[in-house]
């Protein structure tokens, strides 16, 4: 069964210091992957996703991810965060061969000043 | 840009109330959805559509039903509201499977 796992249901870092928001899925074909993030009253929107390639992919507003196989991991980074950061994140899984998509339950991401 | 406008964004409805929540894009995607948001449970898919006049059933589809129709236009119905139906809901469209689904800013329902 397909499945998005995101460990951390809350993330506490300072401002200016490195982030990872872990991801796992669950699913033995080829996935399309996304973050989208959610800011406080607002709808979902896109980070940054992964069709195929270089497994490093590059997103809005400093983020990144990268996609392993092999880990069946897609981890969201970040170099130095800011306040503004501070959102609601989704790791998301995209089947092609149902047409279903999978949300993880999202990771709270708290930048502390 | 994509744009995907939900209305009421805002709604009080007493318990066995009709409700409907509306959803129109003009992304001229096919695929639209409807989700619900609640704490400790993320996102679930309530149903979806590929098209005017289609509808598939989602993961939790019980005291929903929808309704798709045209292809900018995409309905959720809540013939007797209960208050587990107080929630947070979102529509979103895409072009397509494995692409970038657009969402509205949420309808918050709450039923008393």
């Known amino acids: 069964a397909q499945s998005v796992t995101q460990p951390d249901a809350r993330v506490t870092v300072s401002e200016g210091a490195s982030l990872q928001l872990r991801c796992k899925y669950s699913?033995?074909?080829?996935?399309?992957l996304f973050w989208y993030v959610q800011y406080p009253r607002q709808g979902l929107q896109l980070l940054l996703k992964y069709y195929s390639g270089d497994p490093v992919v590059q997103g809005v507003n400093g983020f990144e991810a990268e996609f392993s196989k092999s880990n069946s991991s897609f981890h969201l980074r970040k170099a130095s965060v800011h306040w503004s950061d501070s959102a609601v994140y989704f790791c998301v899984l995209s089947v092609n061969s149902n047409n279903r998509i999978f949300f993880g339950d999202g990771t709270q991401l708290v930048v502390k000043p | 840009e994509a744009a995907v406008t939900q209305s009421p964004r805002n709604k009080v409805t007493v318990t066995g109330g009709n409700v409907t929540l509306s959803c129109r894009q003009t992304?001229?995607?096919?695929?639209m959805y409807w989700y619900r948001q609640d704490t400790g449970h993320g996102l679930r898919l309530i149903h979806y559509s590929y098209g005017a006049g289609n509808l598939q059933i989602g993961d939790v589809p019980d005291g929903y039903k929808a309704t798709r129709t045209t292809q900018e236009d995409f309905f959720l119905l809540l013939e007797l509201a209960s208050p587990s139906q107080t929630s947070l809901y979102f529509c979103?469209?895409?072009?397509?499977?494995?692409?970038?689904?657009?969402f509205g800013e949420g309808s918050r329902l709450i039923v008393v």
């Open positions: 979103a469209s895409s072009s397509g499977s494995g692409n970038t689904l657009y």
């Open positions: 992304n001229s995607h096919n695929y």
């Open positions: 699913y033995s074909g080829t996935p399309y």
